[in-house]
């Protein structure tokens, strides 16, 4: 049976993946995308489909139709095996044209596929694409990248570079892996005393997420939530504490 405690962490972690995924579409260029295609209104219509495999088939359709966000979506769906069978072939073909095509959306999900799939080269020289034009997720991307790549030392600048741009374009994601990869030696020794000096800022702003996503560990006095998202907040930092600099 799973703490208290560990509950709380797993809170954290779900309503920091789901506003990461937030601020990954608020950034890329999905509007623009949905503008260019030739029929809005059918692809608005299977975005709203519920059956998984109908789902499926029917943006496949609009795919091999032209439809760069159906590209996209398709990629997606076959990665993840929704609605349909996993095939990473077929989604990385369908990422690749969504993302030749443009798609901001399609350059993130290829990248992580070629990093999962440990074709570090090929996801960077996807990231770095995006980075090039300014797209900051593809630069927290990047960065990542970087940390599970051979040569970590020689580009560790760069990607703490790449961090900090992430950072100041208000991404709380760079802002929590830059301060975790401090603490953690990442970047050099003499970034740990950084580290530990953002702890509380990364740690008051997971809180407020916390508070505005209405987490679970709410209670009913006013003063109670505070403290209980924040106590949340810094258990999912400090095991950041737990690993050795390398």
């Known amino acids: 049976m799973k ?5 709380m962490c797993e809170t954290t972690r779900a309503i920091f993946d789901k506003k990461r995924d937030a601020w990954l579409h608020a950034q890329s260029n999905n509007v623009e995308i949905m503008e260019r295609e030739t029929d809005p209104a059918a692809v608005y219509q299977v975005y ?3 059956d998984p495999a ?5 943006h496949l359709s609009l795919a091999e139709q032209g439809s760069v966000w159906c590209m996209a979506t398709v990629g997606q769906k076959y990665q993840t095996g929704t609605g349909t069978t996993l095939d990473l072939a077929q989604a990385e073909q369908w990422l690749v044209r ?32 995006g980075a090039a034009r300014g797209f ?48 953690r030696g990442w970047f050099g020794l003499r970034y740990i005393p950084e580290g530990i000096r953002r702890v509380p ?6 809180a407020a997420l916390l508070e ?15 403290l209980i998202s ?9 095991g950041a504490t737990r690993h050795p600099a390398s």
């Not at 109908?54 to 029917?58: P, T």
């Not at 030749?100 to 074709?119: F, H, K, P, V």
């Not at 924040?230 to 400090?238: D, G, I």
Request: hydrophobic share 35%; with cysteine; aromatic share 8%.
């Open 136 to 183: 900051v997720p593809a630069m927290i991307n990047l960065a990542a990248s970087y940390r599970s790549s051979p040569d970590w030392v020689q580009r560790r600048h760069e990607a703490l570079e790449l961090l900090e741009h992430g950072r100041a374009a208000g991404d709380l994601f760079a802002r929590h892996w830059l301060t975790t990869a401090m603490l």
């Open 230 to 238: 924040r106590l949340a907040a810094q258990l999912w930092l400090v």
């Open 54 to 58: 109908e789902s499926f088939r029917q």
């Open 98 to 129: 969504a993302y030749q095509a443009g798609s901001d959306y399609g350059l993130i999900c290829l990248g992580r596929l070629y990093d999962r799939s440990e074709r570090s080269g090929k996801a960077q020289e996807v990231y770095r694409a």
């Open 3 to 7: 703490c208290v405690l560990c509950k």
């Open 201 to 206: 800022g990364v740690a008051h702003d997971m």
């Open 212 to 226: 505005e996503e209405g987490s679970p560990s709410r209670g009913d006095s006013k003063t109670r939530p505070g």
């Open 48 to 50: 709203e489909q519920t």
